[in-house]
């Protein structure tokens, strides 16, 4: 008897649905050319498929829905605070837990409370929001992952990983006292969604604790690094979701969440502490900023949707469906011999653009230059992840050129179906298949900070 093929199909069936709109070609040119060939500037509703980012844009279960029925506004001592502490408490692990509106105001507070002028503060990869803020705290960011994440084509299982004699040798160099933290983060946002080991960061827990330095984890994707550590790390696969992602806390001091991605909410985050007297300066801070230390920026429904949205994301059926999207997009277009960021992570699929559009010099913007081509082609919205977002070096105010010049296809949760990624694969097909005509980009309007959501191009003549 033959083997049958058996399929696995999204494990959720759809309850409401959005319709979708599709611009015509002319139509599409029309409005990337007034949003500056820059995707953050198109309007949501001249999209087909979004895949801008996986930040708040994911689909909430009924269980979420119902609990925004839930909400307790009350200004002080919200019930849903106290669910979204004991969520994280039994979780995470962490003792304090400190909401915020986004990822970012836990960044901008913790960059705050922990750094001094002159400190340096290393990390695995740059995220644009985070190193922003510590630089703005007056640290100097220092890359020390592994050189393997800048090689696109490579294949490791653990390209987020940090470099432990890069570390070191930060260590020696800038001496213990100058490093208030190393920010290490599951997964790697910026070269790919790339996760780390277990191992790993175990290593970066005990140099940097032997030194005194703290270690803050960004666990905005930490559920999606725990399946990769499940499928991928010797003696791990018998383990479950949750006693994965409670080792990584463990390891860690601290942690910044952006609640839009793992959690499945729209809009929510915080910062967890186990130090009480930081956790005390954190709740200072936190009202002058985002709101009291009960609500930090989110209403009381925002906070029971997140609270239910912690336990969803550690579901193993859930996150190896996700996953398993992501992949399933990844290997269509990688099967037709188009250079995408290997191995394929977690959050999305990024198009190596460097090799997608090699005419092009990196400071003519090749991965923004595809990203708005893609839109033009089927109305498919994909994000810049190369020169624009990496910005200028302070010092030298050159473009800072990184080696990875990607075109991130970013999945939301439980929005899009197999079909949708069909056609992305598709769409993406189409242009592979025009590439040589596709010309590259100059600036009309720069920002000063974080350029890439607001800065205008026009082709480069
Ligand atoms: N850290 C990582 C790794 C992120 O991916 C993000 C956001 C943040 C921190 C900041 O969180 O947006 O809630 O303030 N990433 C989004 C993205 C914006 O599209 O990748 P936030």
């Not at 015509?24 to 409005?31: I, L, M, N, Y």
């Not at 709101?291 to 912690?310: K, N, P, Q, V």
């Amino acid at each position: 008897m033959p083997t049958r093929r058996r399929s696995w199909a999204e494990p959720w069936k759809i309850k409401m649905v959005e319709p979708l709109k599709m611009l015509t070609a002319d139509e599409r040119k029309a409005a990337i050319e007034g949003a500056g060939c820059n995707t953050f500037l198109l309007r949501s509703e001249d999209v087909y498929i979004d895949l801008l980012t996986d930040s708040g844009t994911s689909a909430m279960s009924d269980r979420q829905w119902a609990g925004m029925m839930l909400g307790d506004e009350a200004y002080a001592g919200s019930r849903n605070y106290y669910h979204l502490e004991d969520a994280v408490r039994d979780v995470y692990g962490y003792k304090h837990l400190i909401p915020t509106h986004q990822g970012r105001a836990a960044e901008h507070m913790i960059s705050r409370l922990l750094i001094e002028e002159g400190d340096f503060v290393p990390g695995n990869m740059y995220f644009t929001t985070t190193r922003l803020h510590q630089e703005m705290a007056g640290a100097t960011f220092v890359d020390v992952i592994i050189d393997e994440a800048h090689q696109p084509d490579l294949m490791h299982p653990f390209k987020g990983n940090v470099d432990l004699d890069k570390f070191q040798a930060l260590i020696d160099e800038v001496g213990a006292e100058k490093i208030p933290y190393i920010s290490d983060a599951t997964t790697v946002n910026m070269c790919g969604g790339q996760p780390i080991s277990l191992e790993n960061l175990r290593q970066v827990s005990e140099l940097a604790h032997a030194n005194g330095i703290l270690v803050i984890h960004d666990m905005t994707r930490v559920a999606e690094n725990a399946l990769l550590i499940k499928e991928r790390e010797p003696g791990q696969a018998d383990r479950s979701m949750e006693e994965i992602v409670r080792d990584i806390c463990d390891l860690t001091d601290g942690c910044t969440m952006s609640s839009k991605k793992d959690h499945l909410v729209n809009i929510g985050g915080f910062l967890a502490v186990n130090d009480d007297a930081l956790a005390d300066k954190a709740r200072n801070m936190v009202v002058i900023y985002e709101g009291l230390h009960t609500y930090g920026g989110m209403s009381g429904r925002d906070m029971e949707a997140l609270s239910i949205g912690i336990y969803e994301s550690i579901q193993y059926d859930h996150i190896h469906a996700r996953v398993g999207q992501v992949h399933y997009l990844g290997n269509k277009i990688a099967d037709e011999g188009i250079p995408i960021m290997k191995p394929i992570g977690t959050h999305g699929v990024f198009l190596d653009a460097k090799r997608f559009l090699p005419h092009l010099d990196q400071d003519e913007f090749p991965a923004q230059a595809l990203a708005a081509e893609l839109y033009v082609e089927s109305g498919v919205r994909a994000m810049e992840r190369g020169n624009v977002s990496a910005g200028r070096n302070p010092d030298t105010g050159e473009n800072r050129r990184p080696a990875l010049e990607l075109v991130r296809l970013t999945i939301p949760r439980r929005v899009y179906t197999q079909a949708h990624m069909d056609v992305v694969a598709e769409s993406v097909m189409e242009i592979w298949d025009k590439r040589e005509s596709i010309g590259g980009l100059e600036f009309t309007y720069e920002p000063e900070y974080l350029r890439f959501f607001q800065a205008r191009f026009r082709p480069k003549c």
